[in-house]
């Protein structure tokens, strides 16, 4: 492998899996999870599954990828037959990239909508703005054509940075567009502390109310931990990649598990105060909460639109950031085959992927009465990506770096104290296999 493919400076590793794990996940639907899993339980619970389960399986993907060097299909391949260990390994990585594609042609239809919003300026002098921003909503949502518009171009947007390339592709946009982020994350965090209500916020976040945690609201969690940090699918593995030689995993993970957190946490602290600062408002659980809620409070609050405006690009950069870590396993496999450049092969993968979010867009309107298990197709693709193939695919890295590859390798890579080396061991073997396990069991039954 040349140098074109290794992130420059640490950085970039740091920011580009952030940009990963920072996402749609953390800002839309985390707030709208905690309003409609009984808010703090649900909190706990999720922080839980964060560091028991994500942070050794986030280890473990970074250590698959800084090894292996490759996509995660090809790292997962080498591995396998360099210790002599059973060939079907790669199928792992074959059901991340898949699960990749999957979960992008959804994930930018809400990404499009997020676009769209950053332009949904009130018209003012308006007498009833909460009529204004749900009409908008649903006149939005019912009208393929528009999604379709927002659709197209989120994914254009993709395809082109991932075409780019690694280094002056991926690399280049989080440097430029994480940095607006964070910025941007603790300005809203900020205004919305002053100007709404953060004392019912914050007892609707953090104080505990245990009678509210149901085997739902915990499998909901670990499905959320999960999303949330990119794990289970190969973004990380892939992304490991391309990490310097003398970068370490456990400090870069534990910066990337915090940022995460991080930014979920402020999301909640910058959308509820809003929301509950406007008494006539209901907190609206599901999707709804951002789009048709929160503008309607924005309206109300001094500066509000400008906020608005400011809320709806930092969700933007957020999932662009995230949607281009979804696209580059499968690219990054279909390069190393070699029959046809990255350029092409995201044309293609792009012209699929926009296919497939067609019947999402569908689901809000014109299919929205064709379910199966009382879901719609996008219900049901959220469902089994992000509760079933995403724990699966986390699974089965626990299982392959806990009990399946040397000790010695690990041991190496990730160059831990004996202290830190036992707890991440432990995690991995015992608590995060079978908590998955655990969790499934309880869901199906
Ligand atoms: N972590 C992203 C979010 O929270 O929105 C979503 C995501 C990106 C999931 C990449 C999985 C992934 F591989």
Redesign the pocket.
């Known amino acids: 492998m040349g140098n074109e493919k290794v992130w420059q400076g640490n950085t970039t590793f740091i920011l580009a899996a952030a940009g ?11 707030p709208y999870m905690v309003g409609s899993n009984g808010g703090s339980a649900f909190v706990i619970i999720y922080l839980i599954c964060i560091f028991a389960i994500g942070l050794p399986v986030m280890v473990s993907e970074v250590l698959i990828g800084k090894y292996g060097r490759k996509s995660p299909i090809n790292s997962l391949k080498n591995l396998s037959s360099e210790f002599n260990l059973n060939a079907n390994w790669k199928y792992l990585g074959i059901l ?1 990239a898949l ?2 594609v999957l ?1 992008l042609s959804y ?1 930018s239809v809400f990404a499009g909508m997020s676009f769209s919003y950053i332009f949904n300026i009130f018209p003012s002098n308006l007498s009833d703005p909460s009529n204004y921003s749900s009409n908008y909503f649903k006149e939005f949502s019912s009208s393929p054509l528009s999604l379709i518009f927002w659709h197209s171009l989120f994914i254009i947007i993709t395809c082109f940075i991932v075409g780019l390339g690694v280094v002056k592709g991926i690399g280049r946009s989080v440097n430029l567009l994480m940095p607006f982020l964070f910025i941007f994350i603790i300005l809203v965090s900020i205004y919305s502390s002053f100007t709404g209500d953060i004392k019912s916020t914050l007892k609707f976040l953090f104080s505990p109310d245990f009678s509210a945690i149901s085997p739902q609201v915990v499998i909901s969690a670990m499905g959320q931990a ?11 593995m892939a992304y490991g990649a391309y990490m310097p030689e003398k970068q370490l995993i456990g400090k870069t993970v534990i910066t990337i598990i915090f940022l ?1 957190t991080f930014v979920a946490l402020a999301a909640g602290i910058a959308i509820f105060p809003i929301v509950f600062s406007n008494p006539s408002i209901e907190v609206s659980a599901g999707p709804g909460l951002i789009f048709e809620t929160l503008p309607v409070a924005f309206y109300s609050l001094p500066f509000g639109s400008f906020f608005s405006i400011i809320f709806f690009i930092l969700v933007s950069i ?2 662009l950031s ?2 281009i ?2 696209l580059e ?1 499968f690219t990054a496999w279909m390069e190393e085959k070699g029959f046809i450049n990255r350029k092409f092969i995201v044309v293609i993968l792009g012209i699929l992927i926009w296919f497939l979010g067609l019947a999402s867009i569908f689901s809000f309107n014109v299919w929205s009465d064709i379910k199966l298990f009382n879901l719609n197709f996008l219900e049901l693709l959220d469902y089994l990506t992000n509760n079933i193939m ?1 724990p699966l695919g986390g699974f089965f890295v626990a299982l392959f770096v806990g009990w399946i590859l040397p000790n010695n390798l690990i041991n190496q890579s990730l160059a831990f104290g004996k202290f830190r080396l036992k707890l991440f061991y432990f995690f991995l073997k015992y608590i995060s296999t079978s908590s998955i396990i655990l969790i499934f069991l309880y869901s199906a039954f």
């Open positions: 990963s794990a920072v996402g749609l996940g953390n800002i839309w639907k985390f991340g699960s990749g979960i994930y999960f999303f949330s940090l990119s794990i289970g699918m190969g973004a990380i995460d957020a999932a995230s949607a870590s979804l396993p995403l």
